[in-house]
């Protein structure tokens, strides 16, 4: 057990290897069977022993609630070993702070999410009333303007992040196999982000999110076919009236936010499941480049695992990071 | 990448996982810091940037520059580049959908298994070069400003309307001699020279192509709008506007049927 996983609460641990426990036997949580009996046994433990100090016990108990709480959870939902996987699933070699620029635009999402909702809980979607309520968030609702001006700046700094993620993920080599469907999710969240960012422009409703949305909506309608088709939808008519707005407050605070939580649900289920890559100059082995081609070109594929003793498939080993990480 | 490429690509990383640190703590620290670092320069921005309001959207108003939030500036670029208006669906359409099909397809297309950006020049090259066009296409939407001035020498009677024009945003989209940007719209020092009044009033009300339609600004302010009809059909490029392009002007769009129907401004 690593001194990191002490940590976590003893339910969650990883089970100790035969001959390494620490002595306390059962608060592993291997089953929650055995958390069970552990809480049996303490207590009649306290029973026998009535002289005991019962504030001591009272103690005793408290310091083992978390573990309890954990290990009932788990009993009536089972998530421990999966959050146990995710946790400690091993990152690979080289892992640098370029590797936290998809966990920031996630952040940064979650951040608008929250100012959303604050925003939301004042905003009337009318063009008699939008302007309005914009200013009375802005000027007399406590901490408006800040909110505001996080979820406006925001959206700036989540697009920035979005686009230094793809660049990362472009430069590292990290869209190729196996993970080229996770590019393609990235490129749909990409386009998402930027149709929120269309559709937000409009809701402050003065002039230059007036005037910036009539003409993205005709430049929409200028693409053949389709395009007057997409232009009256997205005005709700031909021209733009009372309820073009309601209808881009709609997209952009239901549509499009489903639609891009799912799709980050589906992304980083693919990040946990394939692994993040490694960096592109980092190598398995240390030995000199030239011997290493050679030796890869010369042994047929079966082989080849066998080169590192390591590499492929493995006898059943319970500390295995790997396998308790599937 | 064929079967023993992937093969090996996955033994490969297999071990790398297998040296490299548990997501708990050692990733996640990093990614709280990164976290921490995000809210705080968002927080930052919105006490120090704020949020202010610009005035309210009216639709009658004759005083707007119709421009994107900057990360869409790249985008709006391209119309400025893309002159002709038989290719203007190009530029707004058909240009960021290839942009966009390319990018969504970039692991089918390129098969290349090596992944280091140092040994990957043609790849690494294209993405640079990318990078840097966007961000030269940011760079020249912050700088394109809406100037509210036209040096034009005109005739006294056309000042009005070269005065609604300036106040229009026009000069947003369109060049008057030396004011105003080149594009998205045509230049406009010498339409009238091109198109007759009632076809530029006819353009002004529909709105053709992109560009926003001054219907309201007919309704509200029939006088603006003829002066700036009549403005517009004084220039034929000639020093001194002559009187005679007044005549036959159709104030406030008495159209004749078929005049402008093939017209982009």
Not at chain 1, 100 to 114: D, I, M, P, R
Not at chain 2, 37 to 61: N, Y
Not at chain 2, 160 to 184: I, T, W, Y
Request: charged share 20%.
């Amino acid at each position: 057990m690593s001194r990191f996983e002490k940590l976590l609460p003893p339910p969650m641990r990883r089970p100790a290897k035969p001959g390494e426990g620490d002595g306390h036997v059962g608060t592993n949580g291997k089953t929650s069977a055995a958390n069970g009996e552990v809480t049996a046994l303490k207590e009649q433990d306290g029973n026998g022993a009535r002289t005991d100090d019962a504030g001591a016990r009272v103690v005793e108990k408290a310091k083992d609630a978390p573990a309890d709480l954990v290990g009932w959870v788990d009993e009536r939902m089972g998530g421990t070993s999966f959050l146990t996987a995710m946790l400690l699933r091993k990152v690979p070699k080289g892992t640098n702070w370029f590797y936290t620029l998809g966990s920031a635009t996630l952040f940064a999402f979650v951040v608008q999410a929250l100012t959303g909702v604050f925003l939301a809980m004042y905003y009337t979607p009318s063009t008699v009333e939008a302007y309005a309520s914009i200013t009375y968030l802005t000027n007399d609702v406590f901490m408006g303007e800040f909110v505001r001006g996080m979820h406006k700046w925001g959206a700036s700094v989540m697009v920035i992040l979005v686009f230094v993620h793809m660049a990362r993920t472009f430069f590292f080599g990290a869209y190729k196999y196996p993970r080229e469907l996770n590019w393609v999710i990235g490129v749909v969240l990409l386009i998402l982000t930027m149709v929120m960012g269309f559709t937000g422009y409009l809701l402050p409703f003065d002039q230059r999110s007036y005037w910036a949305t009539i003409v993205g909506v005709n430049i929409n309608g200028t693409a053949p076919i389709l395009g007057p088709y997409l232009s009256d939808f997205l005005r709700a008519g031909p021209e733009f009236g009372a309820t073009t707005l309601q209808r881009f407050y709609a997209i952009h605070m239901l549509l499009l936010p489903g639609a891009i939580i799912g799709l980050i649900g589906a992304h980083l289920y693919l990040v946990v499941k394939m692994g993040t890559t490694a960096p592109p100059w980092i190598r398995a082995d240390r030995k000199p480049k030239d011997a290493r081609t050679q030796e890869v070109d010369a042994i047929p594929v079966a082989t080849n695992g066998h080169r590192d003793g390591s590499a492929t498939t493995n006898g059943a080993d319970p500390s295995d990071d790997e396998r308790a990480a599937r | 990448m064929n079967r023993q490429e992937k093969e090996q690509y996955l033994r490969e990383y297999e071990v790398l996982k297998k040296k490299g640190k548990p997501f708990f703590p050692y990733a996640i620290m990093k990614d709280s810091v990164m976290a921490l670092i995000v809210v705080v320069v968002i927080s930052v921005m919105a006490i120090w940037l704020g949020a202010e309001q610009g005035p309210k959207a009216d639709p009658t108003t004759t005083t707007y520059v119709p421009r994107p939030e900057w990360y869409l500036f790249f985008l709006f670029e391209v119309l400025r580049v893309v002159k002709p208006p038989e290719l203007v669906p190009l530029a707004t359409v058909g240009v960021p959908t290839i942009c966009m099909v390319l990018l969504l397809l970039l692991p089918f297309y390129d098969r290349n298994p090596e992944r280091n950006p140092l040994k990957r020049p043609i790849a690494t090259t294209a993405g640079i070069l990318t990078i840097v066009s966007m961000a030269f296409l940011t760079f020249l939407g912050a700088v394109a400003g809406s100037p509210t001035q036209i040096d034009l020498e005109v005739a006294p009677e056309y000042e009005a309307g070269k005065l609604v024009a300036a106040q229009s945003g026009c000069l947003a989209c369109h060049q008057f001699a030396e004011n105003g940007n080149n594009g998205p719209g045509p230049e406009l020092t010498e339409i009238g020279s091109r198109l007759p009044a009632a076809a530029i009033s006819r353009s002004l009300i529909i709105g053709p192509g992109i560009m926003p339609s001054y219907s309201n600004l007919r309704e509200e302010e029939p006088e603006k709008f003829d002066d700036l009809v009549l403005f517009l059909a004084s220039l034929n490029g000639e020093e001194e506007p002559q009187e005679e392009q007044e005549t036959g002007v159709g104030a406030s769009g008495e159209l004749e049927p078929d005049a402008g129907s093939d017209v982009e401004p």
